[in-house]
């Protein structure tokens, strides 16, 4: 767990920098470095770490977005099954 938690926490400052620098990718097969690379290795280590928990993320993500929605009311809504 901790590993996966420090891995995220990388993943995270690599995400920063490639926002920072706007490196996105210009084509799907050339993806390295680029945001849209770094935004997929941060979700593939915080679904790690909701699974070494058995977190049910679908359950979670619309109740806290409802939760968001009640709290922060915004014209952006959560979609399911896009």
């Known amino acids: 767990l901790k590993d996966y938690f420090l891995k995220l926490s990388e993943e ?9 620098k706007g490196l996105k990718a210009v084509n799907n097969e050339d993806i390295k470095g680029t945001i849209d690379e770094e935004v997929w290795d941060v979700i593939y280590y ?37």
Do not use: C, H, T, W
């Open 12 to 20: 995270v400052g690599g995400l920063s920098r490639a926002m920072r």
């Open 46 to 82: 915080a679904i790690a770490i909701a699974n070494l928990y058995d977190i049910d993320l679908e359950q979670v993500i619309k109740i806290k977005s409802d939760m968001n929605q009640s709290r922060y009311p915004s014209a952006v809504v959560f979609e399911e099954n896009r």
